[in-house]
């Protein structure tokens, strides 16, 4: 089982080679996942302990779902699994970066986009605006993945 070393000194986290990983009050730390080609933002998740150790270990990406508040292996469901390319911890070791490449037809949101980021928020004289659709197709159809009950993500 991967190990991760206690938080000793400012030193040992920004500048050792040990990885020490900051969970917050709830036990998560912040991830935010990259397609390795591209380097477009696919996704922003949370993992907790258990969550980040899977995902060293196998190569695969799993996240925690504070909503269901459960453990969850990308594409399990959908078989749109996240293989891990890179995975990187910021200067204070609490946010992963994960550099992954994304099976079958690539999208990471289960609302059917390839990235959760599909939609621009207005900045300048435009902002409070209507948000402004970057990505227009979906890549999937999410009912016929997921079903239609109801997502516990959304409201």
């Known amino acids: 089982m991967i190990e991760f ?20 009050d709830d ?17 922003l998740g949370w993992m907790d302990a258990e969550a980040l150790r899977l995902t060293l270990a196998t190569g695969e990406a799993h996240y925690f779902s504070r909503a269901r508040q459960t453990l969850w292996r990308k594409g399990a469901t959908s078989g749109l699994v ?16 994960l550099r992954v490449e994304v099976a079958g037809n690539g999208a990471s949101c289960h609302v059917g986009y390839r990235s959760c980021f599909y939609r621009a928020v207005p900045i300048g004289p435009e902002a409070g605006g209507a948000l ?6 979906r890549v999937f159809d999410p009912v016929a993945v997921y079903g239609d009950a109801p997502n516990p993500t959304r409201l």
Do not use: N, Y
């Not at 402004?132 to 197709?137: I, K, R």
């Open 82 to 97: 996240q293989r891990v390319i890179e995975a990187r911890i910021d200067d204070d070791q609490d946010a992963i970066w």
């Open 5 to 24: 070393h206690p938080r000793r000194t400012v030193e040992q986290v920004e500048e050792g080679a040990e990885l020490a990983p900051k969970f917050d």
């Open 132 to 137: 402004v659709f970057a990505e227009t197709t």
């Open 27 to 43: 036990g998560l730390i912040l991830c935010i996942t990259t397609d390795t080609s591209s380097g477009e933002v696919l996704m």
